[in-house]
């Protein structure tokens, strides 16, 4: 068999999914909704390979991408994952999988969203391949489940361009507002020292959970009328509300630990100050890490090249056209 080659987008959500009320099957203790972020992408091909006696995953080396580095509990928990989707799909022998992203990994940029996505929708792939393409194939509501097994998250980045997760699963959410442009501001690109597995088990400890999943409900359905009221300020203050809720779990959690740096906090008060002056700018959230996603409308182009100037004065940015590396003339 050649290569089988597919690829699946990351998300932000602007309702975070943070703590669990089932860790073996990732179900959330709050709904959340997403942005599906199409150019933020993970690649993943694999290969039957008869000489081979238990499965292999290896960084796609491809110029375009860039090598991911799996620490000993991450490659357990890919091919473990990979493990039950050959048990779905009734996959027999072994398997070569190679993978890669176009953007930095384990920095807080939802890595793990797009590479479980990616993973499941390949070996469906090569379930349908197998069968000759006479097997029925898997609805998309179906591959989110599934994905949600390895990764939580992953489960809403198989709808587009909004992806709305509660309890029951994940599905697709239609709201009047299809597009918006994207930037990243990547404030620490390296590896995080508590990973978002981890993460999920510390908040529980924070004095501040009580409640918290009560307040993401509200924030949630607050959130949802704003969108479909095509009210942005109204937007903005739910989503700044709603990431500093989720921050403020990790700053509480026994023991605490911060993503935030100093970086971090000097772009958020440059942009609380904008917003201020002008009560208009970008929709703000972060994700557990210390990089900050940053939405624009349409019709804020020319605001969005602004703050892409202004960024990539002191860091690497993220755009919609890919990665402007900081000048470091200045």
């Not at 690649?43 to 039957?48: D, E, N």
């Not at 357990?76 to 996959?91: P, R, V």
């Not at 097997?135 to 809403?156: D, I, M, V, W």
């Not at 009560?214 to 990431?243: P, S, V, Y």
Request: some cysteine; charged content about 20%.
């Amino acid at each position: 068999m050649s290569w089988i080659e597919t690829s699946a987008p990351s998300n932000i959500a602007l309702i975070k999914y943070m703590g669990k009320s089932d860790v073996v099957n990732n179900r959330p203790t709050n709904a959340s909704i997403s942005l599906t972020l199409e150019n933020l992408r993970t690649f993943v091909r694999i290969q039957k390979k008869t000489d081979l006696q238990s499965d292999q995953w290896s960084t796609y080396l491809r110029q375009d991408l860039r090598p991911i580095e799996l620490s000993e509990v991450g490659l357990n928990k890919f091919l473990t994952f990979f493990a039950l989707l050959k048990k779905e799909f009734k996959l027999a022998g072994f398997y070569e999988i190679q993978s890669a992203n176009n953007f930095p990994s384990d920095c807080g940029l939802a890595s793990s969203a797009s590479s479980f996505a990616a993973l499941t929708k390949c070996a469906h792939d090569i379930y349908l391949a197998e069968s000759n393409m006479k097997a029925k194939p898997y609805t998309s509501k179906e591959l989110s489940k599934l994905s949600q097994k390895g990764s939580g998250s992953s489960c809403r980045s198989f709808f587009s361009p909004w992806g709305l997760w509660s309890d029951s699963g994940a599905e697709d959410i239609q709201l009047p507002i299809k597009k918006l442009l994207h930037m990243v501001v990547l404030c620490d690109e390296t590896v995080k020292s508590v990973s978002s597995s981890q993460a999920h088990k510390m908040v529980l400890t924070s004095e501040h959970f009580k409640g918290r999943p009560e307040r993401a409900t509200e924030r949630l359905q607050n959130l949802i009328g704003a969108i479909r009221e095509n009210n942005w300020q109204k937007m903005f203050h739910i989503c700044w509300n709603e990431f500093w809720d989720m921050h403020v779990l990790f700053h509480t959690s026994n023991p605490a630990f911060m993503y935030m740096n100093a970086g971090t906090m000097d772009i958020l008060n440059d942009l609380n100050l904008f917003w201020t002056t002008n009560n208009d700018g970008p929709i703000v959230t972060m994700d557990a890490g210390s990089n900050i996603h940053l939405l624009f409308r349409e019709n804020q182009f020319e605001l969005y090249k602004q703050f892409q100037n202004k960024f990539s004065a002191k860091h690497n940015v993220w755009t919609d056209n890919g990665l402007v590396f900081k000048n470091e003339s200045l």
